[in-house]
């Protein structure tokens, strides 16, 4: 298995435009996360998916973001319209159960830089 | 609310010096708690887990209710240590599974 697979690597636009961030967890697994790394608060946890649907939003920034889980092997996060301050790292991580002991496998993020 | 605190954001020491990141936790009921490790180029990866009471590339850590700490050890610091360090807490959802909480991350680096 080649682990949590994210794209883009890196991503730079222009502030106003709209941003797409995807995701595809390890196979069988059915816990999705995206967090987000900056250097002042660290990572963040933005949303929370278990088996496809949303459990925890509460990180959202703002209405700007959204994310998607429309099926078991694949999640968007979208920022509409982005800005600056959404500059960071965006990870994406899946486990395989609902344990609270489950260990998280992350993928290699995606850098963001708006303009 | 769950809540994880890293006090340092840097930790500088020397190569065969002791070390010890801090980590200090809030949590109602009872944890779960992790440390990941970012190291440079690669993903971010689960180091060890309090659970399993294991000793991971010298490294251990004993949960203290009673400081409500979690902090990481290694006796002897070794160059290839440098890297970011995150303590997590897990707990569950209401509404299914279990949300992990990170602190903002300790960078440690290991000098000659």
């Known amino acids: 298995d080649a682990g949590v697979i994210q794209s883009p690597r890196h991503e730079v636009t222009e502030m106003g435009q709209e941003v797409t961030l995807r995701c595809k967890p390890i196979?069988?697994?059915?816990?999705l996360f995206w967090y987000r790394q900056t250097m002042m608060r660290g990572l963040e946890l933005l949303i929370y998916?278990?088996?496809?649907?949303?459990?925890?939003d509460s990180g959202m920034p703002e209405d700007r973001f959204s994310a998607k889980m429309p099926n078991a092997s694949f999640s968007t996060l979208k920022i509409q319209p982005s800005e600056p301050r959404d500059s960071a790292v965006y990870f994406c991580?899946?486990?395989?159960?609902?344990?609270?002991?489950?260990?998280?496998?992350f993928g290699s993020g995606t850098q963001l830089s708006v303009l | 609310a769950q809540r994880v605190t890293q006090p340092e954001k840097l930790l500088s020491v020397f190569k065969g010096a002791p070390v010890e990141l801090k980590c200090n936790y809030s949590?109602?009921?009872?944890?779960?708690l992790f440390w990941y490790v970012q190291y440079s180029r690669q993903r971010l990866q689960l180091l060890l887990r309090?659970?399993s009471r294991e000793s991971i590339k010298g490294f251990t850590a004993d949960l203290n209710k009673g400081e409500t700490s979690f902090h990481l050890k290694k006796p002897f610091a070794q160059e290839e240590d440098s890297a970011m360090y995150y303590c997590a807490l897990s707990a569950q959802l209401t509404g299914g599974g279990n949300k992990l909480t990170f602190g903002t991350g300790t960078q440690l680096k290991v000098e000659l």
């Open positions: 309090h659970i």
């Open positions: 998916f278990n088996n496809n649907v949303p459990i925890d």
């Open positions: 991580a899946s486990s395989s159960g609902t344990l609270t002991n489950e260990k998280l496998f």
């Open positions: 196979s069988g697994h059915n816990s």
């Open positions: 949590y109602s009921g009872s944890p779960e």
